[in-house]
């Protein structure tokens, strides 16, 4: 016995050792986000849940302030309930997203881990909408567990639901429209259902995955409202599979309205 545990733990101790090294060459990003309380040399603490460059304005991070309350309050609206917390971290340098952002080429990104959410805002990302969106994927994660979220859900749900609280996108019919010239060239939900995917199409056509997403989305909550997304959200949470949950939700909330 004594010498399994000696053998389990010869290898043990070097496969974690060597996960963990993975996991900081591959998401480093995500890690100065975790430990963001220790990293207040070029970040100042505002709130529990929010953390600015140490070099922003005071009169910005109020305006800041102020618009990730006023973006809560839009999906109160929406959700009725707004269940997470992210921490934000926000930047006046377009060098803060490629430090904290993995380098994207965005006003603003989620880093959804284990332990939480972290948004990260850059210069042209501390507007209501973006802050909307970013608040959106976060409530979705919470919602039906991190997991679930990583293993279910596709990009083209994740994207079209956060666009629906993201005014930057309130023409998206007459944008998908004019992008996929009435349908003819509209890309399928099967090849936006990987981010990766969700991405490359983008480059190609500006937008298109986006107004694509927003599109089915919007359709599908015309229909099952706020009481079917949260039946939805329920059902991926205890393990039903994406399209099911999907479809059936869609199905249940059809014959109701019919009735």
Request: with cysteine.
């Amino acid at each position: 016995m004594k010498r399994l545990l000696k053998i389990s733990l010869t290898y043990l101790v070097p496969a974690i050792f060597i996960a963990i090294l993975i996991y900081g060459l591959n998401f480093n990003h995500q890690i100065r986000c975790i430990l963001v309380e220790y990293d207040l040399s070029s970040l100042r603490k505002e709130t529990d849940n929010l953390y600015v460059s140490a070099g922003m304005d005071k009169i910005d991070a109020a305006l800041l302030k102020e618009n990730i309350e006023a973006s809560r309050k839009r999906l109160s609206h929406f959700f009725d309930t707004v269940y997470a917390n992210p921490v934000f971290l926000a930047g006046d340098s377009e060098n803060f997203m490629r430090t904290y952002g993995a380098q994207l080429n965005s006003p603003g990104m989620n880093h959804i881990t284990p332990i939480g959410s972290y948004i990260v805002l850059g210069p042209k990302g501390l507007n209501r909408d973006v802050i909307s969106h970013e608040l959106v994927h976060a409530e979705l994660v919470y919602r039906v567990g991190w997991w679930n979220r990583e293993m279910e859900i596709p990009t083209w749900f994740d994207e079209g639901l956060a666009l629906m609280l993201d005014y930057r996108y309130k023409d998206s019919d007459a944008m998908w429209n004019i992008l996929t010239k009435k349908g003819e060239e509209a890309p399928s939900l099967k090849e936006l259902e990987k981010m990766k995917d969700f991405i490359r199409i983008t480059q190609k056509s500006p937008y298109l995955s986006y107004v694509t997403s927003m599109r089915e989305v919007s359709r599908w909550w015309n229909v099952v409202g706020l009481n079917g997304f949260a039946e939805f959200t329920d059902r991926i949470k205890n393990g039903e599979h994406f399209p099911s949950a999907y479809k059936e939700t869609e199905n249940k909330f059809s014959r109701m309205t019919k009735k």
